[in-house]
């Protein structure tokens, strides 16, 4: 019998009740990180006798609070952009457009087509746009 591999979480991100549920449990483990610093910091002036083994724990939990954050971040940042309707390509259509009216009416037009580019009369378009 094989073992299933377990679903991609990078798919998973995609999915705005998975990151939710990420979050919440990410800033569980924050927290009990958080304590369990404070708790090294005090034991180094409590038990100045363990100070190798309590900077060393300090050093690790440090490393491990800075991934959590920088996941935390990155969970934030997604559900924002979620929110908001910006993807990558989006954002910069936003920026470009004069007016968010413009960029909300320019999202909603479907990509276009190499086969509408090659209908085009351009001859007929350079005319209309010179028109005064």
Excluded at 8 to 30: N, V
Excluded at 58 to 72: H, I
Excluded at 98 to 123: C, T
Aim: with cysteine; charged share 35%.
């Amino acid at each position: 019998m094989q073992d299933q591999k377990p679903p991609s979480p990078q798919g998973q991100l995609q999915d705005p009740e998975f990151r939710a549920a990420m979050l919440t449990k990410l800033e569980g483990l924050l927290a009990v990180l958080e304590i369990a610093r404070n708790k090294a910091d005090d034991g180094l002036t409590t038990r100045p006798q363990d100070s190798v083994r309590l900077t060393r724990l300090q050093d690790n939990l440090d490393k491990t609070l800075q991934v959590c954050r920088q996941a935390r971040r990155m969970l934030i940042r997604l559900n924002r952009a979620e929110e908001s309707y910006f993807d990558e390509f989006g954002y910069r259509q936003f920026i470009e457009s004069a007016s968010f009216h413009e960029f909300v009416k320019m999202r909603s037009n479907d990509p276009i087509e190499q086969e509408e580019i090659r209908e085009v009369d351009l001859e007929h378009l350079c005319q209309v746009l010179t028109e005064d």
